[in-house]
């Protein structure tokens, strides 16, 4: 057979290939418009609202059977009193002092990880450092330091991030440099052959490729380190002469304003969600997400 007769215009119809035009067009659609409650369902975050609302519709139940403000107080008691916090300026100032002490530790912490893990990627005397460290280090609970935070430190901020950055550390560690060793090893040559080494190394080949671990990581960090705050205030009180949430908690445990405590503890979940949902969940999108690395 020539070259010619293997050729055809374009959009012309080849003789040997029947269309049946009628068929073509009864066949049916193979995506359709999704109805109204399956674009609602389609929804994450009506989903998440969904289940909140439960939630609260529990708590509300529970807390009427209980009938006892002072063991369980309702939602709707909990929202009265979370509502004259927000309004009266004391819980947002309460917020704001625990949130400046977490941010400083939270950064000490994530550049202490920077350093150990690139040194672990550098050298194999840094991979046993930062074993050794890790394996004394992390299964150590960061409040059992506190006492000494406090000999170190002083009664202030100062010990309350120095145990911060114990809780971070370990956990955004682990995860970095074991995100860096599941780099495939063909990228790692990539990087080699370009001439890439040391920190240009590191930031155009290792942190892109390992950063799903690495935000898995900062997650981790995030929760260690958010707890351990309020636990932190929760034990030892104020810091630089003004208590965050966790103070906030105690003080109101003391003068049985239970309604009021629990508007502390739905704070702390509320300042929970919005990082979780709202800071990760934009880095997320517009990094792992854009780059194709998650389904």
Same mark, same amino acid.
């Given at each position: ?34 109805s109204a409650a399956e ?66 530790? /939270?950064?000490?912490? %994530? +550049? $202490?990880? #920077?350093?150990?893990?690139t040194l672990a990627i550098?050298?194999? *005397? =840094?991979?046993? &450092? ?70 240009? /190394?590191?930031?155009? %080949? +290792? $942190?892109? #490729? ?9 997650? *981790? =960090?995030?929760? &260690? ?39 502390g503890l739905l704070t ?28």
């Amino acid at each position: 057979m020539s070259e010619t007769s293997l050729a055809s215009p374009i959009g012309a119809e080849r003789p040997e290939i029947l269309i049946d035009r009628a068929a073509a067009t009864s066949m049916p659609v193979v995506e359709r418009p999704l109805s109204a409650a399956e674009w609602i369902y389609d929804q994450t975050w009506l989903r998440k609202a969904a289940i909140l609302i439960a939630l609260a519709l529990a708590w509300e139940a529970y807390g009427r059977y209980l009938n006892n403000e002072l063991l369980f107080p309702t939602f709707t008691a909990t929202a009265r009193a979370f509502w004259d916090g927000v309004v009266s300026g004391v819980i947002p100032a309460r917020a704001w002092t625990s949130f400046k002490v977490l941010i400083a530790g /939270y950064a000490i912490g %994530i +550049l $202490i990880a #920077a350093i150990l893990t690139t040194l672990a990627i550098a050298s194999r *005397i =840094g991979t046993d &450092f930062l074993e050794v460290l890790t394996s004394m280090f992390n299964p150590l609970p960061a409040i059992a330091l506190l006492p000494l935070a406090l000999i170190w430190f002083g009664l202030g901020s100062g010990s309350i991030i120095f145990v911060l950055v114990h809780s971070v550390t370990w956990a955004v560690a682990l995860n970095t440099h074991s995100g860096f060793l599941a780099v495939s090893k063909t990228l790692k040559m990539v990087g080699r052959n370009y001439g890439l080494r040391g920190l240009r /190394y590191v930031g155009s %080949i +290792l $942190i892109p #490729a390992a950063f799903p671990s690495i935000l898995t990581g900062l997650k *981790i =960090g995030w929760a &260690f380190a958010w707890r351990t705050l309020i636990a932190a205030e929760l034990v030892f009180g104020v810091s630089s002469g003004s208590g965050g949430l966790g103070w906030f908690i105690f003080e109101n445990k003391n003068q049985l304003d239970i309604p009021t405590v629990f508007a502390g503890l739905l704070t702390v979940i509320l300042i929970g969600l919005f990082v979780e949902n709202f800071v990760f969940r934009t880095i997320e999108n517009r990094t792992i997400a854009q780059w194709g690395m998650q389904s």
